[in-house]
């Protein structure tokens, strides 16, 4: 069997959860990634990073080779439908994870799986093979009368099963079974420290309970979403991906669910996504505001005030936390585990926690200007702002790894240099409106230096565009923020002139590139895919520029490269296969903007709407 024949594509993939972790379920009906009890924690279903020794849960039909197979997730919510349909039969398997509820231990997780008969007959196998802490630990197996325990030295997965189960010779359990029209069988794993108590099946009652529990939950949830326009499908999709996306006990929004997915199949570009990224908070709170979510917007800016108030030993801010706030993310490579496809490393940790990003300032500070307009921040955040915008003005013309994070080194980068206009832009703007005290001449002061500097190096006349860094001739799809940001104006020439050349240069088709391949030596081999999160940027300057149709058609041909549920990975290959971590809330952050703004115009230009309607930065 060849790597391809192993691996189902990344995009074949649906995500279900509960607020404290994640699965990711085929449409193939296997469990190939889920780390317990929470999104950081080590992998018990591994198979996506290895598919002989990472583990996976699987419920399926014993003979695929004539089935058909779909996947639609139940309306407004999270709750997973796949399908297998074939002449002899037609059967659907539901997934769900309860909501983990306030209070109960931290291992106690739940994912519950039921198989359904439409029509016909089928037979079925099932495979549970759990894989502890990355597959690097061994456990036992006891089976029982009710299902079987799987034993570890940290904690306990209980399978509960209605029909009898048997060992397999991999750490795993098995059974076939054929189910006719109409008939239902309901199987729960569930981890817990306790390893003494035996599964038990879960009966009818319990069943319904805990699935009208969930889609109630969901459908009560996403009742919230205000957004109503166009595309509210997908701005809806998005938002309960971001929600999935969330630890419920902090706030904190993982920038995907997943670690070393590549960005080219067999490539090292391979890194774990599953912390906390501040470049994502000011996409978060405007994307959460703008559709009404404001309890989760909230939440993630209390997550964002303790940042502030837990800075490192320099006084700063790092480019990522845990989802705690833990500050020290260790990267290490699990080599044992061959990859994605053989795509190796498998990282766990991030090294680039201890990078110098001067960007990260000006989306803190754009963050904390978007929610102010929602709710006056404390004074005390205020006192630790001012202490953050201190050490800025000492280091803002420093060189830095910037937005990509490159390992190539440190260079005078066109976006980390706008986001600091955008950090000392954003605290006028509060001293402005709250009359607190603060050296506002002395911001205001470098605010015009940096605006003149990105005007005067970051602009390639030559190139007639602003380029990556100064003294490059590169181009940038980053530097379609200087508009979103405000920092241009929607009719300035040299952005339009700009966008001209990131469409000439980066774009295919409707898909944009980061940048061209080799312009900032980022320090490692191989190709990456186009990023999605760049080409709903394109999508939003666009809708700002007054060109709607091209933005609509651009925008249209997006929505279609999205998986079969409406997920989005971190980067989209030429031929439309989904590349690195999956999903990733970056893209589906921008996805919402561009669909807001995009609609708004759309409103405006048709007289349905007034130009400031429901503008957080107003």
């Known amino acids: 069997m060849s790597e391809e024949q192993k691996y189902l594509p990344i995009e074949d993939y649906a995500l279900i959860g509960n607020l404290h972790t994640v699965a990711l379920v085929g449409k193939n009906g296997s469990i190939d990634w889920c780390c317990l009890p929470r999104f950081d924690a080590p992998s018990v279903f591994g198979a996506l990073l290895d598919a002989e020794k990472g583990g996976f849960f699987r419920i399926a039909p014993t003979e695929m080779s004539d089935i058909r197979r779909q996947q639609l997730y139940l309306p407004e919510t999270n709750i997973l439908l796949t399908r297998f349909l074939s002449q ?77 189960l048997e060992q397999d010779e991999q750490g795993g359990v098995k059974a076939t079974f054929t189910l006719h029209k109409d008939e239902t069988l309901h199987f729960m794993l569930e981890s ?27 459908q009560n949830w996403l009742s919230q979403c205000r957004y109503q326009g166009r595309w509210r499908e997908m701005v809806q999709r998005s938002a ?83 989802i705690d706030g833990e500050q020290k993310l260790t990267e290490i490579t ?24 001067l960007d990260i300032y000006g989306e803190m500070m754009d963050a904390i200007f978007i929610f ?29 790894e910037g937005i990509w994070e490159v390992r190539g080194g440190p260079k005078h980068f066109l976006h980390s240099r706008l986001m600091s206009w955008v950090a000392f832009d954003r605290a006028i703007r509060i001293t402005r409106d709250r009359g607190w005290p603060a050296p506002t001449e002395k911001w205001v002061e ?55 050349r990131i469409k000439r240069q980066l ?13 900032a030596d980022d320090g490692l081999e191989g190709q990456e895919g186009t990023f999605s999160a760049c080409s709903f940027w394109l999508v939003e300057d666009l809708a700002r520029a007054g060109r709607l149709d091209e933005a609509r058609l651009r925008l249209e041909k997006l929505l ?47 007289g349905r709407a007034h130009p400031s309607s429901q503008n957080l930065y107003d």
């Open 192 to 218: 817990s420290k306790d390893g003494k108590q035996a599964p038990q099946p879960i009966s009818e009652k319990a069943y319904h309970t805990a699935f009208h529990q969930t889609s109630h939950y969901w």
């Open 372 to 400: 102010n307009n929602h709710e006056a921040i404390s004074y005390d955040l205020w006192l630790n702002v001012r202490n953050l915008l201190d050490w800025l003005a000492e280091h803002w013309q420093e060189p830095d």
């Open 507 to 519: 774009s295919e088709g409707s898909l944009v590139k980061r940048y061209t391949q080799g312009a």
């Open 334 to 357: 699990l080599d044992h585990l061959e990859g994605y496809r053989q795509s190796r490393p498998v990282r766990v940790g991030n090294g680039a926690y201890t990078q110098t990003q």
């Open 88 to 164: 002899e039969g037609v059967a659907e398997v539901t997934d769900f994870m309860p909501i983990k509820e306030v209070g109960t231990p931290t291992h106690d997780h739940k994912i519950i799986r039921s198989v359904t008969m439409v029509h016909g007959s089928l037979s079925f196998t099932l495979m549970c093979r759990p894989a502890f802490n990355y597959a690097r630990d061994e456990h036992r197996v006891e089976l029982s009368e009710g299902g079987a325990t799987f034993l570890h030295q940290d904690f306990h997965l209980r399978l509960s099963s209605p029909i009898a």
């Open 240 to 322: 309960l991906v971001l929600k999935l996306l969330t630890y419920a006990p902090t706030g904190a929004i993982v920038a995907a669910a997943t670690t070393s997915l590549p960005e080219s199949i067999g490539g090292e570009r391979n890194w774990d996504y599953r912390y906390t990224w501040i470049r994502d908070a000011s996409f978060s709170l405007y994307s959460l505001l703008t559709l009404g979510l404001t309890q989760e917007a909230e939440e993630f800016m209390g997550w964002l005030d303790d940042r502030c108030h837990q800075l490192n030993d320099g006084g700063m801010l790092q480019p990522m936390y845990g």
């Open 560 to 606: 279609s490269y999205s998986n079969h549920v409406g997920l989005y990975a971190e980067e989209i290959s030429p031929a439309g296969v989904a590349l690195g971590n999956y999903p990733q809330a970056f893209t589906h952050l921008a996805l919402i903007t561009a669909c807001y703004h995009l609609d708004k115009a759309l409103n405006i230009h048709l």
């Open 446 to 500: 470098i605010r015009s230096q940096i605006y003149e500097q990105i005007m005067n190096k970051a602009w390639n006349e030559k190139e007639q565009s602003f380029v990556q860094y100064y003294g490059s001739d590169a181009i940038d799809a980053s530097a379609l923020l200087l508009m979103i940001t405000n920092f241009t104006g929607t009719r300035e020439p040299r952005m339009l002139s700009t966008i001209e």
